[in-house]
């Protein structure tokens, strides 16, 4: 029986990760996705895995970490186990392997537990009090903090990629603002302005005792408040924009509408979770089954997170962003623009123009992800930040 690995990272990224683990010796080759023609988990990277391998994907079998990357193989014909560094439940949606382990922390030793579902490989789910509110996180890996921030959806936005940016050796955190997500709290006008978001965050990594350097990242309207961080925050030494609202690109008709503050005090829970499912259903661009759409608008069953989300949406401004561009310019910071390329809430354009005129910034296209790509496409993502941050060692 022969050993490989398949990674979305470079080969040599995949081969410090292996040998950090005592694990190099082990595997006969590290097999970059790239060579494949297509990002896990689309079957065609497996496929080019087990030619490689030269066996059938009946006889091969993939251990991993991710879910995703279990469901992708197991599509691709190929026997799957799951190795969990977490307790909890495996997402329903994926595709479960056919055997699951738990990993004790050391070399060749798993406790091993045919057909139990765990969890998210090393993302977990965590909570502080900030100012008196429960606030809620996802977390994983450790070493320099990559702060993520979502906009008008939720840190579930970043969950499916958490745990690969966190195997670059970098702290991942991912935070559910007031009222949003699985937050406690009820958000304002006032407090869900872009510079208030954003004084929030630091206020979130005071309360965990994170200090120094940091990277920063945003989706949607998340975007904006990681833009003002990185405009006004010595310590973010880099920025990751993943469809992103830039310039003048926001806000939408959908959310514009609710600057009107009577608009916004009428809309009851069953019409804005009706808006929400329908935005989602714009925002990604592969079906979802009814657990994962359910598990993606849980929050706004809640009169609370109704308001917060209305708050935000009436703050939204695009002076908020086109009074940072000079700023943004003249710190030229090493930013990564992940961008879904069918995305019709934030159009691709933005993206190219903001690499186009600040320096150190690159665009990323996503081929076939809409505003979410991290649904879409999370192996590409995944590897884009990887790639990111590994020009800024932890």
């Keep these: 029986m022969g050993m490989s690995s398949i990674a979305q990272a470079v080969p040599r990224v995949a081969e410090s990760l292996l040998e950090r683990a005592e694990l190099r010796d082990l595997v006969e080759r590290c097999l970059p996705v790239s060579d494949a023609g297509r990002w896990k988990p689309a079957p065609e990277a497996y496929a080019y895995a087990v030619r490689c391998c030269g066996v059938e994907p009946v006889d091969a079998a993939l251990v991993a970490v991710h879910p995703w990357d279990i469901d992708g193989a197991g599509r691709a014909g190929m026997r799957t186990g799951w190795l969990a560094r977490d307790g909890g439940a495996y997402p329903s949606f994926f595709r479960a392997p056919e055997l699951s382990a738990r990993s004790s922390g050391a070399r060749g030793r798993a406790h091993h537990e045919p057909l139990v579902m765990l969890s998210e490989a090393s993302a977990g789910r965590r909570e502080v009090v900030v100012d008196g509110t429960r606030l809620s996180y996802l977390h994983a890996g450790s070493g320099k903090p990559v702060l993520?921030?979502?906009?008008?959806?939720?840190?579930?936005?970043?969950?499916?990629?958490?745990?690969a940016v966190a195997a670059t050796g970098h702290q991942v955190l991912a935070l559910d603002f007031p009222g949003f997500g699985l937050s406690d709290g009820r958000l304002m006008r006032d407090e869900a302005a872009v510079p208030a978001l954003a004084a929030c965050a630091l206020r979130f990594l005071e309360a965990l005792g994170?200090?120094?350097?940091?990277?920063?990242?945003?989706?949607?309207?998340?975007?904006?408040?990681?833009?003002?961080?990185?405009?006004?925050?010595?310590?973010?030494?880099?920025?990751?924009?993943?469809?992103?609202?830039?310039?003048?690109?926001?806000?939408?008709?959908?959310?514009?509408?609710?600057?009107?503050?009577?608009?916004?005090?009428?809309?009851?829970?069953?019409?804005?979770?009706?808006?929400?499912?329908?935005?989602?259903?714009?925002?990604?661009?592969?079906?979802?089954?009814?657990?994962?759409?359910?598990?993606?608008?849980?929050?706004?069953?809640?009169?609370?997170?109704?308001?917060?989300?209305?708050?935000?949406?009436?703050?939204?401004?695009?002076?908020?962003t086109l009074d940072l561009t000079e700023r943004l310019r003249e710190r030229a910071l090493p930013t990564l623009l992940a961008w879904g390329e069918q995305d019709e809430f934030q159009p691709i354009q933005f993206a190219a123009r903001y690499a186009r005129e600040v320096p150190g910034a690159r665009l990323e296209r996503i081929p076939g992800a809409r505003h979410i790509p991290t649904v879409d496409e999370p192996g590409r993502v995944a590897a884009a930040l990887a790639g990111h941050l590994e020009d800024r060692p932890p």
């Design 210 to 320: 994170i200090a120094g350097p940091l990277v920063v990242g945003g989706h949607d309207v998340g975007g904006a408040v990681a833009q003002h961080l990185a405009a006004h925050e010595s310590r973010v030494e880099a920025l990751v924009l993943m469809n992103s609202v830039l310039y003048d690109s926001w806000p939408v008709p959908a959310v514009e509408r609710f600057r009107d503050q009577a608009v916004a005090d009428a809309v009851t829970v069953e019409e804005l979770l009706e808006a929400r499912a329908q935005s989602l259903a714009k925002a990604v661009a592969r079906p979802l089954d009814d657990s994962e759409r359910a598990a993606w608008l849980a929050p706004w069953h809640s009169e609370d997170r109704v308001r917060s989300w209305t708050a935000m949406a009436g703050v939204a401004d695009a002076h908020y």
């Design 148 to 163: 993520l921030l979502h906009g008008t959806f939720w840190s579930r936005v970043w969950e499916p990629i958490l745990a």
